[in-house]
């Protein structure tokens, strides 16, 4: 029996439906077929909040040490003592860098953190 135009066109689609149909279930068995645990994202995420509060808290703490170091500076400034004034112009200078540093460490640990609560 012939085939007609139509009908040839008709079986030409559905063929190629089939083959789609047919890449999409393979997809959806390779998904299906990855082990989704958890339990490393739950560990990671504990540490990055550990590592978070801890950058949080230096930072507090360097802070208040920059606060009484330039409380140090002024009074070695009065008494003219100009050595330990030039010593803490360069300890200042490393604990501005060092407030910078854990600044960011907190920020990145908090965008982390969401991300991986997001999961």
Do not use: C, H, W
Not at 23 to 36: E, G, K, L, N
Not at 46 to 64: F, L, P, S
Not at 85 to 107: E, G, H, I, P, T
């Amino acid at each position: 029996m012939k085939q007609g135009k139509t009908e040839k066109a008709v079986f030409a689609k559905l063929s190629t439906e089939k083959v789609e149909l047919s890449v999409a279930d393979d997809v959806m068995d390779f998904v299906r077929s990855i082990p989704f645990d958890t339990s490393y994202i739950r560990q990671a995420l504990k540490m990055v909040e550990q590592g978070t509060n801890d950058a949080e808290r230096v930072y507090k703490e360097i802070v208040e040490k920059e606060k009484q170091l330039k409380d140090f500076q002024a009074k070695a400034n009065e008494l003219g003592i100009k050595d330990e004034v030039n010593k803490a112009k360069n300890v200042l200078s490393n604990l501005k860098q060092m407030k910078m540093a854990f600044r960011d460490m907190s920020k990145n640990g908090k965008a982390a953190v969401a991300a991986l609560k997001a999961i």
